[in-house]
C-alpha cells in the first residue's frame, strides 16, 4: 500500500463513524496525562486551530473556567490591537480544555451577560418618541433649519441601531478575522446547538439565531472556492471525504477512487479561512440514464465513456461543519456545479438527483401507531390519555390494500386490521419483508402510493416535511420518479423502505419551481408521481 493510500485509511478511522455528530465534543473533555511523568501538572496539547500551546493554568476545574470567561471578557473590552490577537489565542484554547458541563455554562454566560442593553435601549426609545416630528411645510424650510430638525433624529437612530447590536458581536467580528478563528466560530455554534438541546432559553437561541447569520454573510457565495476533488489532492483533504460522507458510506480506498475516477465527479466549497477543510461537498455519476437505484451508481463497473453521458447524477451531498446546520452552502453549490458541467460538457442534458427519504418510515410508523390506538379507543379498549393521539381518523389505507394486507397475515382468523399487519412487518428489526417474494408485491404499490402522499403532501409550516425533499424543492427541483427497493442497505431499509427518489433540476425552471415553492409551497412533481395519489385508480 502507498503511503497516501495509508494516510488515507488511518486518517480516517481516526475520524467519528457518525459525521453528523461531530462537534466540539469531539475534542476530549479530559485532558490527558502528562506522558513524561512530570508533576508540575503542566502539558502540551495540540491545539484544534492551529499550534501547539501550554495549558496547565487551565488544568483546575474552577481556576480554568474561572480564567476563559476573564479571557472571553477580555477578548470582548480590549481596545489595544497589539495584545489582542494573543487574548483571543488564549480564549480559544482555554475554551477547548474545558469540560462539557463548563462550556454549556460559558455559553450561558455570553447569552446572558453580553447580550443586548435593553435598558439603553428603552431610554433611547423614549427620547425619540419625544421629539417631535417636523410639519408638512418642512421642504419649505431653510436648510439649515431643516438640517437642525433631522439631526436629532438621525444621532438616536445611530446610537439605536449600535444598541441593538449585542455585546458578543464584537467578540464574533474579532474572531472572524482572527487566524482560525472562522473555524472556532463554526465549532462554537456546533456547540450552542447541542446546548440548546439540553437546555432552550430565548437568550441561548437569540446568540444561535445571530451567530447563524453572521457565518451565513461570511460565509457568502463570494468568500467561498469551488474546488474539483481528484486523487492528486492531499491525503489530508481526501480523507476528510472519507470521514465526512454522510450518505452512501466509503467503504474501502478503491471505492474512494472509484468515486473521484472516470465518469464521477466530486465537488466542494474551501474557505481560505479554514484551508484543506471542505464545508460542503457533492459526488456526481456522469450517467447514460438518470440511475433509478443507489447500486448501479456505486458499483457500474466499468462506466461509460463520458462523451455518452447525458445526465450529471447528484448522488450524495454532506457538509463537513455541524455548526453550519441551517446555513444553505448547499443551495449554491448545486446551481455553480450544474453551471461549470454544462459549460465543460454541454451533451449534459439532464441534472438529477438520487436521493434518500430520511423520514419517510419514522412518518409512517408514526401515523401507522396513532391511527391504531385512535381505533382501540373508539373500539373501547382503550382510553386517549397521550394528547399525540386526539387526531381525526383518516384513511390511511385503500380498501384493495387493506384486503391484500389481509391475504398475507399468517393468522387471517385474528382481528388484526391492515395498519396494524403494515406496522408489524415494517417494525421488525432484520427487515425480512424486504426480501419476501410473497410480500414484496403486496407493499410495493402501498409504500409507493404513501411515499408520493408524504412526498407532495406532508408539510411543516407550509414546506415539505421532509428534509432532502425541502432542500431540493427550495434550490427549484421537482420530484420527478418515486424508485421502488432503490437502496436495500440496512440505512435504506429503516429509513425509507428502500425507496429513492428523483429530483430533477430543469435548467430553464429552477428560478421558478424556487420562487413558488418558498412563496406559497408549491411542490413542482412530474405526472408520473401524481398519478400516485389518484384515487380510486389501483396501482400495478
Known sequence: MSKKNLAILMRARMRPNDPTKLSLSQIPNEMPSNPHGDQSGEYIVQNPVGGNRDLGAFSNTTRGFDLVRDTMHSAIAMSKTE???????????????????????????????????????????????????PGSNVAELHVSKRESLFSAFYRIERNLRHAL?????????????????????????????????????????????????????????????????????????????VAYEAVHPISNLLDLKRRLGVGRRCFGYLHPSIPGEPLIFIEVALMETTAQTIQEVLWDNPPIPENEATCALFYSISSTQPGLAGINLGKFLIKRVITLVKRDMPHISTFATLSPIPGFMQWLLSKLTSQSRLAESEDGSCTLTDTSLSTFSEKILLPEEERALMSIS???????????????????????????????????PILTRLCARYLLQEKKRGKALDSVANFHLQNGAMVERINWMA??????LRQSGGIMVNYVYRLENIEEHAHSYL???????????QSYLEEPKSQE
Open 83 to 133: 495584545v489582542l490577537d494573543t487574548i483571543l489565542d488564549d480564549f480559544q484554547e482555554g475554551y477547548f480544555s474545558l469540560s462539557h458541563e463548563d462550556r454549556k455554562k460559558l455559553l450561558l454566560v455570553l447569552a446572558k451577560e453580553y447580550d443586548v442593553n435593553r435598558l439603553q435601549v428603552q431610554e433611547l426609545i423614549k427620547q425619540y418618541l419625544g421629539l417631535e416630528l
Open 410 to 444: 399468517e393468522d387471517p382468523s385474528s382481528d388484526n386490521n391492515g395498519m396494524e399487519i403494515l406496522r408489524n412487518l415494517l417494525s421488525l428489526k432484520n427487515c425480512d419483508w424486504a426480501t419476501s417474494p410473497r410480500i414484496l408485491p403486496v407493499l410495493k
Open 519 to 529: 412563496s406559497s409551497g408549491e411542490i413542482r412533481s412530474s405526472p408520473n408521481v
Open 487 to 492: 437502496d436495500r442497505s440496512e440505512k435504506g
Open 165 to 241: 447590536q449585542p455585546t458578543y458581536e464584537v467578540l464574533f467580528e474579532r474572531l472572524n478575522t482572527h487566524p482560525g478563528g472562522l473555524r472556532f466560530l463554526s465549532i462554537l455554534r456546533a456547540d450552542i446547538l447541542s446546548t440548546l438541546a439540553e437546555e432552550n432559553t430565548s437568550s441561548l437561541r437569540a446568540l444561535d439565531s445571530y451567530l447563524k447569520e453572521r457565518l451565513t454573510m461570511w460565509l457568502s457565495p463570494a468568500t467561498l472556492e469551488l474546488h474539483q476533488l481528484t486523487w492528486n489532492d492531499p491525503a489530508s483533504l481526501l480523507e476528510k471525504i
